[in-house]
C-alpha cells in the first residue's frame, strides 16, 4: 500500500534478503573481503556470525550474484537441530542428489561421486550452511568429514558455515572443535550498523525504489531510528516499514519521531500480545524426522502474518470501540441540551465529560490505525490476496 501512496516503485524495507538493496556497510564490506579471500583458498571453512537480522543472508545472497555458476556449484541449506546422519542427507538433497532407503553410506557416496564429477568438469562446488548455531557436535563433525573429501591432492568441497552469536563462542571454546577450528581459512563477524550508517542505510534503500523526497524524514528521525533499533538492519526494516504504513494511512508527507514513538509502541504492544498467546497455547508435538531442506530465500521470510479471524476479531473490537465513542457524544449532546438551573456552573461536569470524549477518541484512533496495519499486512503476505 505505501509504496503506491508514495510512487515507489518497490517495497525498500522488505524482510525478505534481496541483493538488489545490499548496503556495503564497514562491516559488510570487511566480510565480502574475507568471503573472497577464502573463496580464493578453494578449501576449508569460511564463518561469518552476527546477530539475528544482522545481514548474513542478504550477504549471501550479494555473493551468489556474484559468483559463475559455470566455475563454481553451490548447495545451500537452512538447519534445524539435525545430528550427524540428518545432515548428510540434508546435505545431498541440497546438491539435488536422490538417495534411495535413507542409507547414511549411500548418501556419502553420492555425494562424493557427485563432487568428483563437478571437479572433473572443471567445477569447485561451496556448501553454505546456516543457523549453524542449531548444529549438534556430531553434525558439526560430519561437515569436518566432507572436506577430506578429495581428488588426488585436490579438495572438493569448501564450506560457508553462517550463525548466530553463540556459534562463534562453541567454535572458539568448545575441547573437540580442536580439527575443525585448525581448518577454518577466514572467519568475521557481522557488527550493528552505526548512526551515521543507518542514515545511509534508510536512504539507500529508499533511493533504489525512486524515492524523491516525499515522505520528508524529519530532523532527528534517523538518529532516534538508531536508537530504537540498535542498528540492527533486520530491525530497522520492521520499524520502517510499519512507518511509511502509518504515513500512508495517515496521508502523511512527512515522517517524524512522535509517528516513531507510536510504531515503537504498537510493535510492543504485538510482540507482548504474541508472548501472552505463546504461554498460554500448547506447544505442538514435534515430528520425528524433521530434517528439511528447503529453498535459502524461502527461508528467510520471517514476516508476521495475521489470519483472517484475527483480523475479524480486531475490525469487531473497532466497531465496539466506536459505539463507545457515539454513546459518549450522545451524552455530551444530552447534557448540553438540559436546561440548567439559574445560577448553576456546569463548568466541571463538560470538562470532565471532554475528558472522557477525548480519551475515548485517542483510543478509537489508535485502535483503527493498528487495525488498518496489521490487516494491510495480512494481506500483503499473500499475492493473491494483496492482488485481490
Known amino acids: 500500500m505505501y509504496d503506491q501512496y508514495y510512487g515507489f516503485t518497490g517495497r525498500p524495507f522488505q524482510l525478505t534478503p534481496d541483493p538488489q538493496f545490499y548496503f556495503e556497510s564497514t562491516t559488510h564490506k570487511k566480510a565480502l573481503s574475507y568471503l573472497g579471500y577464502g573463496l580464493n583458498q578453494a578449501e576449508g571453512f569460511i564463518v561469518i556470525t552476527g546477530e539475528v537480522g544482522?545481514?548474513?543472508?542478504t550477504l549471501v545472497a550479494h555473493l551468489m550474484e556474484r559468483i559463475d555458476p559455470a566455475a563454481l556449484t553451490v548447495a545451500q541449506v537452512v538447519t534445524s537441530a539435525l545430528d550427524g546422519e540428518e545432515l548428510i542427507h540434508v546435505v545431498a538433497q541440497a546438491f539435488g542428489l536422490s538417495v534411495e532407503g535413507h542409507d547414511k553410506a549411500?548418501?556419502?557416496?553420492?555425494?562424493?561421486?557427485?563432487?568428483?564429477?563437478?571437479?572433473?568438469a572443471g567445477r569447485r562446488c561451496l556448501l553454505v550452511v546456516d543457523e549453524c548455531q542449531n548444529l549438534e557436535f556430531n553434525a558439526l563433525e560430519e561437515l569436518r568429514m566432507l572436506s577430506n573429501f578429495q581428488l588426488g591432492s585436490h579438495p572438493l568441497l569448501q564450506s560457508l558455515l553462517l550463525g548466530q552469536p553463540e556459534f562463534r563462542r562453541t567454535l572458539a571454546n568448545h575441547r573437540d572443535l580442536d580439527q575443525l577450528r585448525q581448518r577454518i581459512i577466514a572467519s568475521h563477524h557481522l557488527e550493528a550498523l552505526s548512526e551515521d550508517?543507518?542514515?545511509?542505510?534508510?536512504h539507500h534503500r529508499l533511493k533504489r525504489v525512486g524515492w524523491d523526497g516525499r515522505p520528508l524524514?524529519?530532523?532527528?528521525?534517523?538518529?532516534a531510528l538508531y536508537g530504537a533499533t540498535d542498528g540492527i538492519p533486520r530491525r530497522v526494516n520492521?520499524?520502517?516499514?510499519?512507518?511509511?504504513?502509518?504515513?500512508?494511512?495517515?496521508?502523511?508527507?512527512?515522517?517524524?519521531?512522535?509517528?516513531?514513538?507510536?510504531?515503537?509502541?504498537?510493535?510492543?504492544?504485538?510482540?507482548a500480545n504474541g508472548a501472552s498467546e505463546e504461554m498460554a497455547s500448547p506447544?505442538?508435538?514435534p515430528q520425528a524426522g524433521a530434517a528439511h531442506a528447503e529453498p535459502y530465500a524461502a527461508q528467510h521470510d520471517?514476516?508476521?502474518s495475521v489470519p483472517a479471524t484475527e483480523v475479524a476479531a480486531l475490525l469487531a473490537e473497532r466497531d465496539a470501540r466506536t459505539a463507545k465513542l457515539e454513546a459518549a457524544i450522545g451524552e455530551l449532546q444530552s447534557v448540553g441540551a438540559a436546561a440548567l438551573p439559574a445560577g448553576q456552573d456546569m463548568s466541571a461536569e463538560y470538562d470532565a465529560l471532554l475528558a472522557r470524549f477525548e480519551n475515548r477518541l485517542e483510543e478509537q484512533e489508535r485502535s483503527f490505525r493498528h487495525v488498518m496495519t496489521m490487516l494491510i499486512e495480512w494481506l500483503e503476505d499473500d499475492k493473491e490476496r494483496e492482488a485481490a
Not at 550508517?197 to 534508510?202: G, P, Q, S, T
Open 54 to 57: 544482522a545481514g548474513k543472508s
Open 106 to 120: 549411500g548418501a556419502l557416496g553420492a555425494i562424493e561421486a557427485f563432487l568428483q564429477d563437478e571437479a572433473r
Open 197 to 202: 550508517e543507518v542514515e545511509a542505510y534508510v
Open 217 to 223: 524524514l524529519a530532523d532527528g528521525l534517523l538518529g
Open 238 to 271: 520492521q520499524v520502517m516499514n510499519r512507518l511509511l504504513l502509518l504515513g500512508a494511512i495517515e496521508e502523511q508527507d512527512q515522517i517524524g519521531s512522535v509517528m516513531l514513538d507510536a510504531v515503537m509502541a504498537e510493535m510492543a504492544a504485538d510482540q
Open 283 to 285: 506447544e505442538p508435538e
Open 302 to 304: 520471517d514476516r508476521e
